[in-house]
């Protein structure tokens, strides 16, 4: 009975020990399926401070998350030579592989979209998608002046080659691209060695990235995407905001808005709204302009214009300061984002009429608080400097003067019969000093 009951129960003894192993390795190999996972962002903008800075941030979480790599759904028209160097930079140092696809189709990486898909670890296209035209251009789109054009051309393709020969890409298109602004589709690209692949979408790349091995950092990767999760990353506010003030047009604005608001508390005190309004934009264009590419001789005309508004305000100078104003507001906004180390410029659709309104707005405050100071009181006992009244006790040389509807006691170099106008000249102490109307 005794070795019945042994026997009778070590069965169900064993079975549930095999059981909890088989559950245990079962869950196991979920919770490391789980963990295997590939970020995604999409970047639709043009290239400013605030995708680098997205990009960065989210190069830096994958690598501390363990993330297999990164995919950056890429779609830009370009942008600024600075952030599309920092861009490139961050992806070449990156401890995750990096992907760049230019997706969906239509999407298109120009100018600064070449260089960040070229220095992707596996860059590929969607059908339907183009790369290319790379010629460095200024903020409004022209042709950069001769004198700048040689040296920025020479260290864009420079830079070119350095990408080509990291990454094995074609170093003589891209520089095709550079010098002679050709473009060309995904499978145009593919057949050139400037990608590595076209897939459809984000699921078709991964199933053709699976096997898939690169070098990096001297190491051989090889991708396992068979069931990898796919976390898409979506920007925080702090960066939708640095990515909306980083575009130097908005950031331009908003220090004119910032300066008039100012500058309109300062002129008329106790109006608070536009002072509030006012510091909120200074700040904002302050914070995008530590990452542009500012003059900061054109930041200096622009704030001396604003000296010159308020001092109009105080001296009498006939509008002199206000044209002198508008002068260096005019240089100082042409000034602004003019640096050795970039083709960026105001766009002339926001600079002309920008520039025009601000000027307008400060010389005519200024106008109204000039004529404000100087206009004649409309109220208390100077306002009755120049009012004629009427003597009702002769003035002997004093007597009583009905003026503005009250009677005064009044006093006259002269005399002055009861019943004759005066006009005053003088209030002292509450007493009138009038003088007889025609006398001299």
Request: charged letters at 15%; glycine letters at 8%; a negative charge.
């Amino acid at each position: 009975m005794f070795k019945w009951h042994m026997s009778t129960y070590k069965r169900p003894i064993w079975l549930m020990v095999l059981i909890l192993a088989g559950a245990f390795w079962l869950l196991s190999g979920t919770t490391s399926s789980q963990n295997r996972h590939m970020n995604i962002i999409e970047i639709k903008d043009s290239i400013n401070p605030g995708v680098e800075e997205y990009i960065r941030h989210v190069i830096d979480r994958s690598e501390k998350e363990g993330a297999e790599g990164l995919i950056i759904l890429l779609d830009t028209p370009g942008g600024l030579v600075t952030s599309m160097r920092g861009i490139t930079q961050a992806i070449l140092n990156s401890r995750v592989p990096i992907i760049v696809f230019v997706h969906p189709s239509g999407a298109q990486a120009a100018s600064a979209g070449v260089f960040i898909t070229a220095a992707a670890d596996i860059a590929a296209m969607a059908p339907g998608t183009n790369i290319g035209a790379a010629s460095p251009v200024l903020g409004r789109g022209e042709d950069i002046p001769d004198t700048m054009s040689e040296k920025v051309i020479q260290d864009m393709l420079a830079f070119a080659r350095s990408i080509a020969s990291e990454k094995g890409r074609n170093a003589e298109w891209l520089q095709r691209a550079i010098t002679e602004s050709v473009s060309i589709t995904a499978e145009e690209a593919f057949e050139k060695n400037v990608i590595d692949l076209v897939a459809d979408d984000v699921q078709a790349l991964l199933d053709r990235l699976d096997g898939w091995e690169i070098r990096k950092k001297g190491e051989t990767i090889t991708f396992n995407t068979v069931g990898i999760e796919q976390r898409f990353i979506e920007p925080g506010w702090q960066h939708k905001i640095l990515r909306a003030i980083s575009n130097p047009n908005i950031a331009y604005i908003l220090l004119m808005l910032g300066l008039a608001g100012l500058y309109f508390e300062l002129s008329q005190p106790g109006a608070i709204f536009p002072g509030v309004i006012g510091g909120i934009s200074l700040v904002l264009s302050l914070y995008a302009m530590q990452t542009l590419p500012v003059n900061y001789a054109g930041f200096l005309l622009i704030l001396l214009a604003a000296i010159f508004f308020i001092l109009e305000v105080t001296v009498p100078s006939y509008g002199l300061l206000s044209v002198a104003g508008i002068v260096s507001l005019v240089l100082g906004s042409l000034m602004l984002f003019r640096t050795p180390d970039t083709t960026i410029q105001l766009a002339m659709y926001v600079f002309l009429p920008t520039v025009m309104a601000a000027s307008a707005f400060f010389a005519t405050v200024a106008a109204f608080a000039a004529r404000a100071q100087v206009s004649t009181p409309r109220t208390g006992t100077e306002a009755m400097v120049g009012m004629v009244g009427e003597v009702t006790l002769d003035l002997a040389p004093q007597g009583k003067v009905f003026v503005n509807g009250e009677t005064w006691n009044a006093e006259s170099e002269e005399p002055v019969l009861s019943g004759e106008k005066v006009v005053v000249l003088a209030v002292v102490n509450l007493k009138l000093k009038v003088q007889k109307i025609g006398a001299r």
